[in-house]
């Protein structure tokens, strides 16, 4: 039905309902609107809304008052963030949410997502916050999101995810990068410490295995550094001193071994927590 078509049709059943005494705003016609569209294209990918969150979710609403939906201050009918919070959404992540182009906000943790983070999520060149935590994701981090230059927080915890593609070190912007609870099992890519604005990287709960990159002592800005229950092997490397802004560091339950480094002591003044515990560390805490 073209456009013109149902809006005459809706004027139409307006007036009659205007002879009955009922109040009838004009129907919202999704069609025109390209970021309306890329949301019912994200509500027919969900299978299952069990509590029906997106009920409301029709034309008879305004697109901008949708559940979870908020729109742009100035500019019409341009969504800015989609926040959908263990709402038991079950279904998979539909590629044309990237033609929400001004998207800045998308947060969708505590459902039951699966299958693949969507390549098209790196044409969101405005996302800011990306939280897809606890859900079923599979597969690795799109090398895609690259394109999302603004992202500063990456939230992908307690997913089912297994790779990190390189580009992730092109993500200049990433403050915050967690992803515990997956099934990573490489080594710790030492393309992190390209990501020099990190304050916090939590990759614990996983299967990395091998050394601690020492590259990793350009991260001048981090503060939290988790790396708990996972394989990691060796020596802690003495550049990680150079993580002057370290707060917390955790490395307990991996395979760690050698001594800790002295210089932690003078060179790390902002350390107020340590965790070490269940590895093979030897020598003596200074
Ligand atoms: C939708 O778009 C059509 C064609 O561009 C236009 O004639 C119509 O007035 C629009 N409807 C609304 C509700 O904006
Ligand atoms: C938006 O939703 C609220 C409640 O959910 C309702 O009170 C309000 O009238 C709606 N606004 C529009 C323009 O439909
Ligand atoms: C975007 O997300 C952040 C962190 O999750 C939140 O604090 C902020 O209020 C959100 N912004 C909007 C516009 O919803
Ligand atoms: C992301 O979602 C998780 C789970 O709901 C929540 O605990 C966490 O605070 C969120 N992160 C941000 C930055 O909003
Ligand atoms: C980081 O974000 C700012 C805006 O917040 C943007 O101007 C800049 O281009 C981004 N950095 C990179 C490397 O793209
Ligand atoms: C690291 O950053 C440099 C300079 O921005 C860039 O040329 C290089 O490709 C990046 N390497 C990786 C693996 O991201
Ligand atoms: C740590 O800092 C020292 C002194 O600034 C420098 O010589 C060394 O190369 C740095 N190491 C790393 C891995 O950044
Ligand atoms: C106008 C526009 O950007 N359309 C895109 C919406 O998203 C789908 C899926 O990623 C793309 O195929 C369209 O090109």
Same mark, same amino acid.
């Given at each position: 039905?073209?456009?013109?078509?149902? +809006?005459?049709?809706?004027?139409?059943? +307006?007036?009659?309902?205007?002879?009955?005494?009922?109040?009838?705003?004009?129907?919202?016609?999704?069609?025109?609107?390209?970021?309306?569209?890329?949301?019912?294209?994200?509500?027919? /990918?969900?299978?299952?809304?069990?509590?029906?969150?997106?009920?409301?979710?029709?034309? /008879?609403?305004?697109?901008?008052?949708?559940?979870?939906?908020?729109?742009?201050?100035?500019?019409?009918?341009?969504? %800015?963030?989609?926040?959908?919070?263990?709402?038991?959404?079950?279904?998979?992540?539909?590629?044309?949410?990237?033609?929400?182009?001004?998207?800045?906000?998308?947060?969708?943790?505590?459902?039951?997502?699966?299958?693949? %983070?969507?390549?098209?999520?790196?044409?969101?060149?405005? =996302?800011?916050?990306?939280?897809?935590?606890?859900?079923?994701?599979?597969?690795?981090?799109?090398?895609?999101?690259?394109?999302?230059?603004?992202?500063?927080?990456?939230? =992908?915890?307690? &997913?089912?995810?297994?790779?990190?593609?390189?580009?992730?070190?092109?993500?200049? &912007?990433?403050?915050?990068?967690?992803?515990?609870? &997956?099934?990573?099992?490489?080594?710790?890519?030492?393309?992190?410490?390209?990501?020099?604005?990190?304050? @916090?990287?939590?990759?614990?709960?996983?299967?990395?295995?091998?050394?601690?990159?020492?590259?990793?002592?350009?991260?001048?800005?981090?503060?939290?550094?988790?790396?708990?229950?996972?394989?990691?092997?060796?020596?802690?490397?003495?550049?990680?001193?150079? +993580?002057?802004? =370290? @707060?917390?560091?955790?490395?307990?339950?991996?395979?760690?071994?050698?001594?800790?480094?002295?210089?932690?002591?003078?060179?790390?003044?902002?350390?107020?927590?340590?965790?070490?515990?269940?590895?093979?560390?030897?020598?003596?805490?200074?």
């Amino acid at each position: 039905m073209g456009y013109d078509k149902k +809006c005459v049709m809706t004027k139409i059943l +307006c007036f009659y309902l205007s002879l009955l005494g009922v109040q009838c705003s004009s129907t919202f016609i999704c069609e025109n609107y390209s970021d309306c569209q890329a949301l019912l294209k994200f509500k027919s /990918a969900i299978a299952s809304d069990p509590d029906g969150h997106l009920q409301a979710w029709n034309e /008879a609403n305004p697109f901008c008052n949708w559940t979870g939906v908020t729109c742009h201050e100035h500019v019409a009918n341009r969504v %800015i963030a989609l926040e959908l919070a263990n709402m038991r959404l079950q279904g998979s992540l539909s590629p044309f949410l990237s033609n929400l182009s001004l998207l800045t906000n998308l947060s969708l943790p505590g459902n039951a997502f699966h299958g693949e %983070i969507p390549a098209s999520f790196g044409e969101l060149s405005e =996302l800011v916050h990306l939280n897809l935590t606890e859900n079923k994701l599979q597969g690795i981090i799109p090398a895609s999101l690259q394109g999302c230059q603004r992202l500063k927080f990456m939230y =992908l915890d307690v &997913n089912h995810l297994t790779g990190i593609p390189e580009e992730i070190g092109l993500m200049k &912007n990433l403050t915050h990068f967690s992803i515990t609870y &997956n099934i990573f099992t490489s080594s710790i890519p030492s393309f992190l410490s390209n990501l020099t604005e990190l304050t @916090r990287l939590e990759l614990s709960f996983n299967y990395f295995r091998g050394k601690i990159p020492p590259e990793l002592g350009a991260l001048k800005k981090l503060e939290i550094l988790y790396f708990h229950v996972n394989y990691l092997e060796g020596s802690i490397p003495s550049a990680l001193s150079n +993580c002057t802004a =370290l @707060r917390e560091i955790s490395l307990i339950d991996n395979r760690l071994s050698g001594e800790i480094p002295f210089e932690w002591g003078s060179k790390l003044q902002n350390l107020q927590k340590v965790y070490l515990s269940i590895n093979k560390f030897s020598g003596k805490i200074w």
